[in-house]
């Protein structure tokens, strides 16, 4: 897995879902809804600031007790969240993810939002590197292959 993620964003896309900073969670949420997805980052302009994640949600607003409808982003979400260069491995950002419980990492490279890498990500290419070293293992057992 010393493979970088920016192997990963080609695939996906660096296509990430965000929100300026002067929006309400509630509105975040919607976005987040919109979507289908478990975080947006949080800009200001073209700088990132934080990130809102499904678990912001659960814990920085529900928990509290606090309207979403007018509690501001900027007082709920993650703020300077750790990020990734795109030359990070895969290894190295299954370790971060484990380390630090997160399921969400952007990617941002020269000061630059370039992606964002989930868990999920992580997760697929891993099923489609072993699918395809078992196809790989099956045709080498039934003769497919050259010795």
């Known amino acids: 897995m010393n493979t970088s993620i920016s192997a990963l964003l080609e695939r996906?896309?660096?296509?990430?879902?965000?929100?300026?900073s002067t929006i309400t969670a509630a509105a975040a949420v919607?976005?987040?809804?919109?979507h289908k997805?478990?975080?947006?980052?949080?800009?200001?302009?073209?700088?990132?600031?934080?990130?809102?994640?499904?678990?912001?949600?659960?814990?920085r607003v529900v928990a509290a007790d606090l309207d979403p409808k007018t509690t501001p982003i900027e007082r709920v979400?993650?703020?300077?969240?750790?990020?990734?260069?795109?030359?990070t491995s895969i290894e190295q950002v299954m370790t971060l993810f484990t380390n630090k419980r997160f399921r969400h990492l952007p990617v941002v490279d020269e000061g630059r939002l370039v992606g964002l890498i989930s868990i999920g990500d992580i997760?697929?290419?891993?099923?489609?590197?072993?699918r395809h070293e078992a196809e790989q293992l099956k045709q080498y057992i039934s003769g497919g292959y050259p010795t």
Do not use: C, Y
Request: proline share 4%; no cysteine; net charge neutral.
């Open 12 to 20: 996906k896309g660096s296509g990430v879902f965000s929100v300026p």
């Open 30 to 34: 919607q976005e987040m809804n919109r």
């Open 37 to 59: 997805v478990g975080s947006v980052l949080v800009m200001d302009g073209d700088r990132l600031v934080g990130i809102f994640t499904e678990r912001d949600v659960l814990s």
């Open 77 to 87: 979400m993650t703020r300077d969240p750790i990020t990734v260069a795109s030359t």
């Open 123 to 130: 997760l697929r290419r891993m099923v489609d590197t072993h």
